[in-house]
């Protein structure tokens, strides 16, 4: 067939497409392997059963001895810190973006001067500009890693956000650490002592240059419903029958920030502060008397999930070295099939109009 070249100003359609595909099929039915093989790849798929004559031939053993100088990472590509012309989407401001998760062993600081190492999950990120395609992920690990050998405390975090706000050119940063802190803690008769785990998170926040520090406990207790404990004593007095009230395990998570000015909150001192406010922790060794005594400390302590934040709040007001602060309670009922809830804040940083879709579905103390 003939093909006629077209001005290469012109637009080509799709019957001068076609056309030219036929000629290039037709080229081949005569052309030679090393001829084929010469082709841009990209032309060469075209042809019919001729795909594989020109994949490159790639050496398929694992260089272990390739050391990558600075020279040959100058070429590595970098899509992440690519130009603008690559966003996707909306050019929007990103107020979140990092990693979640990360884990690495911590040193942290007791109230009784010893130190204990525990294993950390570490959430990390920044705020992006609108023209900035993305971050390098890793820096952020790397930045927290430089600093995760001291023994920890608010400081060394400061000293982790400070760099990588600083590797990734960003105005907004974040770090949040999680951890499962133990504290010996005595019966309430018998004398034995027994390691309750604590759910910690420490977080620090930098907005418009302004930083707060904030620690997350969560708080596991009992609960008696009071009005149970009084249809109970009802049944009792009024027509001799035993009955028990329902109570089940509770949990509060409480969200403090930290007064700068102010002398150090420990984690026990949090602990305490919670403990004071409701009473009826969980225990972790009991004996018979010990059960006998959480049954009439709960008698002694009834109480509904607005007590439980009003009651935290009190404790929380009175500490000097506590700013705004946030508690959400779950009692998850024995009695029905649904949990009872309670969400009291104080100040601006966790006002909200809106509650996350499974906010309270997260208070669940694993064991």
């Keep these: 067939m003939n093909f006629q070249p077209r001005d290469l100003d012109e637009a080509p359609n799709r019957k001068a497409a076609e056309a030219a595909l036929e000629v290039l099929r037709a080229w081949a039915t005569g052309a030679t392997d090393a001829e084929i093989a010469a082709l841009d790849p990209a032309v060469a798929r075209l042809i019919p059963g001729q795909t594989g004559l020109n994949y490159p031939a790639l050496s398929r053993d694992y260089p272990a001895d390739f050391k990558a100088g600075d ?12 130009p603008s012309s690559l966003i996707r989407g909306a050019r929007q401001l990103i107020q979140h973006v990092g990693i979640s998760n990360f884990r690495l062993p911590v040193r942290f600081h007791s109230k009784g001067g010893s130190d204990l190492t525990l294993e950390t999950s570490v959430t ?21 890693y ?10 060394t975090i400061e000293a982790a956000l400070d760099d990588y706000k600083t590797d990734l050119d960003s105005f907004d940063a974040r770090i949040q650490m999680r951890f499962s802190y133990p504290v010996k803690v005595q019966s309430l008769r018998s004398g034995l002592e027994g390691y ?4 910690f998170a420490l977080e620090l926040i930098e907005v418009a240059g302004a930083r707060k520090k904030i620690m997350h406990l969560d708080y596991v207790y009992s ?13 009792r007095v009024m027509r001799g029958q035993m009955a028990t009230p329902h109570s ?18 420990w984690f026990e001192d949090l602990i305490a502060l919670c403990r004071e406010a409701v009473p009826t922790e969980t225990q972790v ?9 959480f049954a009439e400390l709960n008698a002694a302590n009834p109480i509904f999930v607005e007590d439980a934040v009003r009651l935290f709040c009190a404790e929380l ?16 009922e024995s009695l029905h099939s649904h949990d009872a809830v309670s969400v009291l804040t104080d100040g601006d940083t966790f006002a909200s109009d809106s509650l996350e879709p499974r906010l309270f579905s997260t208070l669940i103390h694993a064991g």
């Design 196 to 199: 309750q785990y604590y759910d």
């Design 317 to 332: 007001r009175a500490d000097h070295r506590i700013g705004n602060f946030r508690v959400v309670a779950s009692h998850q």
């Design 146 to 155: 430089k600093h995760a050998e001291r023994s920890f405390s608010f400081e």
């Design 71 to 82: 020279a040959y990472r100058a070429t590595l590509p970098d899509l992440q810190n690519g």
């Design 223 to 235: 609960s008696t419903c009071p009005c149970s404990l009084e249809l109970s004593e009802h049944a």
């Design 285 to 293: 060794m009991v004996k018979r008397e010990d059960e006998q005594a």
């Design 248 to 265: 089940q395990r509770s949990v509060a998570r409480v969200s403090v920030v930290l007064d700068p000015d102010a002398s150090c909150l």
């Design 124 to 144: 990390g990120t920044v705020s992006l500009d609108a023209e900035k395609k993305g971050i390098n992920m890793s820096r952020i690990m790397r930045s927290f």
